[in-house]
Protein backbone atom coordinates (compact mmCIF):
# COMPACT_ATOMS: atom_id res chain seq x y z
CA UNK A 1 0.00 0.00 0.00
CA UNK A 2 2.82 2.62 0.52
CA UNK A 3 4.45 1.63 -2.62
CA UNK A 4 1.44 3.35 -4.46
CA UNK A 5 1.91 6.95 -3.38
CA UNK A 6 5.21 7.07 -4.26
CA UNK A 7 4.70 5.32 -7.65
CA UNK A 8 1.94 7.77 -8.61
CA UNK A 9 4.29 10.79 -7.60
CA UNK A 10 6.95 9.48 -9.86
CA UNK A 11 4.60 8.39 -12.71
CA UNK A 12 3.34 11.92 -12.51
CA UNK A 13 4.62 15.21 -15.34
CA UNK A 14 4.60 18.43 -13.62
CA UNK A 15 2.12 21.13 -14.31
CA UNK A 16 4.25 23.87 -13.62
CA UNK A 17 6.72 25.36 -15.31
CA UNK A 18 4.95 25.36 -18.96
CA UNK A 19 4.17 27.72 -21.42
CA UNK A 20 0.22 28.36 -22.56
CA UNK A 21 0.99 28.37 -26.58
CA UNK A 22 3.52 25.55 -26.24
CA UNK A 23 0.43 23.66 -24.05
CA UNK A 24 -2.14 24.20 -26.87
CA UNK A 25 -0.39 23.63 -29.33
CA UNK A 26 1.01 19.72 -28.42
CA UNK A 27 -1.96 19.39 -26.47
CA UNK A 28 -5.38 18.23 -28.26
CA UNK A 29 -7.30 17.91 -24.72
CA UNK A 30 -5.90 21.20 -23.66
CA UNK A 31 -6.55 22.87 -27.33
CA UNK A 32 -10.32 21.64 -27.89
CA UNK A 33 -11.62 22.34 -24.28
CA UNK A 34 -10.25 26.40 -24.02
CA UNK A 35 -11.14 26.53 -27.84
CA UNK A 36 -14.81 24.49 -27.36
CA UNK A 37 -15.72 27.01 -24.53
CA UNK A 38 -14.72 30.14 -26.10
CA UNK A 39 -16.01 29.52 -29.52
CA UNK A 40 -18.89 31.70 -30.44
CA UNK A 41 -18.90 33.74 -27.28
CA UNK A 42 -19.47 37.39 -27.90
CA UNK A 43 -17.32 40.62 -26.63
CA UNK A 44 -14.12 38.64 -26.05
CA UNK A 45 -10.52 40.20 -26.51
CA UNK A 46 -9.23 39.88 -30.13
CA UNK A 47 -6.01 38.74 -28.74
CA UNK A 48 -7.85 35.67 -26.13
CA UNK A 49 -10.00 34.40 -29.76
CA UNK A 50 -6.71 33.65 -31.55
CA UNK A 51 -4.86 32.36 -28.11
CA UNK A 52 -4.41 28.86 -30.95
CA UNK A 53 -4.48 30.61 -34.39
CA UNK A 54 -2.31 33.51 -33.52
CA UNK A 55 -0.31 33.13 -30.05
CA UNK A 56 0.90 36.99 -29.55
CA UNK A 57 0.67 37.32 -26.02
CA UNK A 58 2.35 37.35 -23.05
CA UNK A 59 2.37 33.66 -21.34
CA UNK A 60 3.84 33.30 -17.75
CA UNK A 61 4.74 29.99 -16.66
CA UNK A 62 2.23 27.54 -15.14
CA UNK A 63 1.69 26.95 -11.61
CA UNK A 64 0.42 23.78 -10.26
CA UNK A 65 -2.29 24.30 -7.79
CA UNK A 66 -4.27 21.74 -5.59
CA UNK A 67 -7.61 22.14 -5.87
CA UNK A 68 -9.91 20.07 -3.14
CA UNK A 69 -6.84 17.25 -3.40
CA UNK A 70 -7.21 17.85 -7.15
CA UNK A 71 -3.95 18.50 -8.85
CA UNK A 72 -4.86 21.68 -11.34
CA UNK A 73 -2.71 23.44 -14.11
CA UNK A 74 -2.74 27.69 -13.92
CA UNK A 75 -2.21 29.66 -16.58
CA UNK A 76 -1.81 33.52 -17.05
CA UNK A 77 -1.30 35.53 -20.31
CA UNK A 78 -1.96 39.04 -20.82
CA UNK A 79 -1.99 40.85 -23.98
CA UNK A 80 0.85 42.92 -25.19
CA UNK A 81 1.60 45.75 -23.29
CA UNK A 82 -1.93 46.38 -22.11
CA UNK A 83 -0.91 43.29 -19.14
CA UNK A 84 -2.65 45.87 -16.41
CA UNK A 85 -5.86 46.21 -18.32
CA UNK A 86 -6.63 42.91 -20.75
CA UNK A 87 -5.49 39.56 -19.11
CA UNK A 88 -6.40 36.18 -18.25
CA UNK A 89 -6.11 33.35 -16.51
CA UNK A 90 -6.61 29.34 -17.44
CA UNK A 91 -7.09 26.49 -14.68
CA UNK A 92 -7.03 23.22 -16.22
CA UNK A 93 -7.98 19.84 -14.78
CA UNK A 94 -4.60 17.44 -14.74
CA UNK A 95 -5.67 16.00 -17.52
CA UNK A 96 -6.63 19.24 -19.57
CA UNK A 97 -10.33 17.87 -20.43
CA UNK A 98 -11.69 20.89 -18.09
CA UNK A 99 -10.57 24.30 -18.28
CA UNK A 100 -12.29 27.41 -16.91
CA UNK A 101 -11.19 30.69 -18.24
CA UNK A 102 -11.34 33.70 -16.33
CA UNK A 103 -10.66 37.16 -18.39
CA UNK A 104 -10.41 40.87 -17.69
CA UNK A 105 -10.73 43.48 -19.95
CA UNK A 106 -10.96 47.06 -18.95
CA UNK A 107 -12.91 47.65 -22.00
CA UNK A 108 -15.23 44.31 -22.31
CA UNK A 109 -15.33 43.90 -18.80
CA UNK A 110 -14.85 40.10 -16.60
CA UNK A 111 -16.19 37.07 -18.06
CA UNK A 112 -16.02 33.69 -16.56
CA UNK A 113 -16.01 30.89 -18.53
CA UNK A 114 -16.55 26.90 -17.58
CA UNK A 115 -18.82 27.22 -14.28
CA UNK A 116 -15.96 27.43 -11.94
CA UNK A 117 -16.71 25.95 -8.35
CA UNK A 118 -15.98 28.57 -5.42
CA UNK A 119 -12.38 27.07 -5.00
CA UNK A 120 -11.93 27.06 -8.51
CA UNK A 121 -12.70 30.59 -8.94
CA UNK A 122 -10.52 32.01 -5.89
CA UNK A 123 -7.41 30.55 -8.17
CA UNK A 124 -9.21 32.35 -11.26
CA UNK A 125 -8.84 35.60 -9.47
CA UNK A 126 -6.14 35.73 -7.08
Given at each position: ?98 ALLYISDAKLGIKI ?14
Amino acid sequence: MSASPLHAQTASTSLAGNYLPSVLATSPAHRDSLMEMIKGKPGLPFWVRALVRQPRYVALASEEVAVKDRRMQLFRACEPRTCETSWIRVLYSEDGKRALLYISDAKLGIKIFGDPTPEELAFLTR
